[in-house]
């Protein structure tokens, strides 16, 4: 099966831009999450998609958004882009259930966005 | 709350020498285990997992790690490095990650 792959792997932007990330998961899976990793903070929780529905999401404010399609492809959105926002982007997949919760299955990554912000 | 531990941010260690990286952490249910590589430039990669049995678990590439619920840690253990185990590791327990050790290995 080919893996969890992210599009584009290489971001520029500047400040008050917006960007939209593209991730496609394991065939088969239905669970897509979204992760922010930097130096400082390392990886962060963003928020989780089974069947085109958020079902879990971390502390981040509302300029991150996302979503997922039926063919379980997710994007995520981030408006108004700040310098902090400068990271590696890591979406996951994973076999889950409806009735299983985030981190009782492998997850399995794709390589990255790396998104800068100038 | 669930939390992870990982107490160390760097290790180094020399090729061939064996390492030891540490992973506590707080759960409240049973929990499930991880260890997961990240090499410079890529995403995470599965080394091992635990969920229930037996409480050493063999992974890939040669690493290993041994769950104790008494001491709450989930130890990752490999007894000879190679130099391309050079990566960030990271523990995972529910849906929460550590901040990750940093390996570094010297010829």
């Known amino acids: 099966k080919a893996g969890v792959t992210q599009t584009p792997r290489y971001l520029i932007k500047t400040r008050g831009q917006q960007v939209t990330l593209s991730c496609s998961p394991i065939?088969?899976?239905?669970?897509v999450s979204w992760y922010q990793q930097t130096p400082g903070q390392g990886l962060q929780f963003l928020f989780e998609?089974?069947?085109?529905?958020?079902?879990n999401k971390g502390n981040f404010p509302g300029r991150f958004s996302g979503r997922q399609f039926s063919n379980s492809r997710s994007e995520m959105n981030v408006s108004t882009l700040e310098l902090g926002d400068s990271a590696l982007y890591l979406c996951?997949?994973?076999?889950?259930?409806?009735?299983?919760?985030?981190?009782?299955?492998?997850?399995?990554f794709g390589p990255g966005t790396r998104l800068t912000v100038l | 709350a669930q939390s992870v531990t990982q107490p160390d941010i760097h290790i180094t260690v020399s090729e061939g020498a064996s390492l030891e990286l540490r992973c506590n952490y707080s759960?409240?249910?049973?929990?499930?285990l991880f260890w997961y590589v990240q090499s410079p430039g890529q995403g995470l990669q599965l080394l091992l997992k635990?969920?229930?049995?037996?409480?050493l678990v063999q992974g890939i590439k040669g690493f290993e790690a041994e769950f104790k619920r008494s001491q709450s840690s989930f130890n990752l253990r490999k007894p000879s490095v190679h130099w391309s185990d050079a990566a960030e590791y990271f523990c995972?327990?529910?849906?929460?990650f550590g901040a990750g050790t940093t390996v570094t290995v010297r010829a």
């Open positions: 996951a997949s994973s076999h889950l259930t409806r009735t299983s919760r985030l981190g009782t299955d492998t997850q399995y």
């Open positions: 065939s088969g899976h239905r669970s």
């Open positions: 998609y089974f069947s085109e529905t958020q079902r």
């Open positions: 759960y409240g249910a049973t929990p499930y």
């Open positions: 635990y969920f229930s049995g037996d409480t």
């Open positions: 995972a327990v529910g849906g929460g």
